[in-house]
């Protein structure tokens, strides 16, 4: 990775995801905000970089803000602002993978919640599978469910727990509207106490 691009911009082509799926409808709220920000839309992607881990080959894997990265390239930029937080250039590939599993850097569960290979992971943001339950948790966060904690993890938490209760057994607007009205409720109910940013 070039020196200018540690904690500048890196091009979005190059980013490989370190998990299997996105919320797609989130991801369309977050290309849609993007674009709301017209003239300041730079001094806003600088607002949330994307997060970074060095691999070999000099491989960029975005630890965080996967959502922001792809909604970015479906909003036709090229580029990005990043961080890189972890620099793994040095070790094996074995190791590389081993030390990102055990740091939790990587979540790779199909859309169904089953855990999979590494070797399931996409190579391109493109290439992330929908997720239905990651929008239904992002955006019952964003109407005030529970609170944001920080941790990348905590969207697949809340996601797990809300497939675990609540049908979306079609894609239409009218099931999904329903079905966050449910999350809402269940993220406020006693069953979710001992999740990350319960609110009660």
């Known amino acids: 990775m070039a020196a200018e691009e540690r904690n500048g911009w890196v091009e979005l082509a190059r980013l490989r995801p370190t998990q299997i799926t ?6 369309r709220a977050k290309v849609l905000i993007t674009l709301r920000n017209g003239s300041r839309r730079e001094e806003f992607m600088r607002e949330h970089p994307v997060k970074l881990a060095l691999g070999p080959a000099d491989i960029c894997y975005v630890l965080d803000h996967h959502h922001w990265a792809l909604a970015w390239e479906l909003a036709g930029e090229s580029s ?8 793994y250039r040095h070790l094996s590939a074995e190791k590389f993978w081993s030390v ?13 919640g089953e855990r ?7 190579l ?3 290439e992330m599978r929908d997720d239905p339950y990651q929008s239904l948790a992002a955006l019952a ?21 809300f497939r675990e209760r609540i049908a979306l ?3 239409s ?19 979710a106490r001992k999740l990350p940013g319960f609110i009660g």
Request: hydrophobic content about 40%.
């Open 22 to 27: 996105v919320g797609l409808r989130y991801v």
């Open 80 to 87: 990005a602002p990043a961080t890189v937080v972890a620099d």
């Open 100 to 112: 990102m599993s055990d740091r939790r850097y990587i979540h790779p569960f199909s859309e169904t």
């Open 116 to 122: 999979r290979p590494v070797s399931d992971l996409p």
């Open 124 to 126: 391109k943001l493109r």
């Open 141 to 161: 966060r964003r109407a005030g469910a529970y609170r944001k904690t920080g941790e990348a993890v905590s969207t697949f938490v809340w996601a797990d727990f």
């Open 169 to 171: 057994d079609d894609g």
């Open 173 to 191: 607007d009218e099931a999904f509207v329903l079905a966050l009205a449910s999350a809402v409720r269940w993220a406020r109910s006693r069953r």
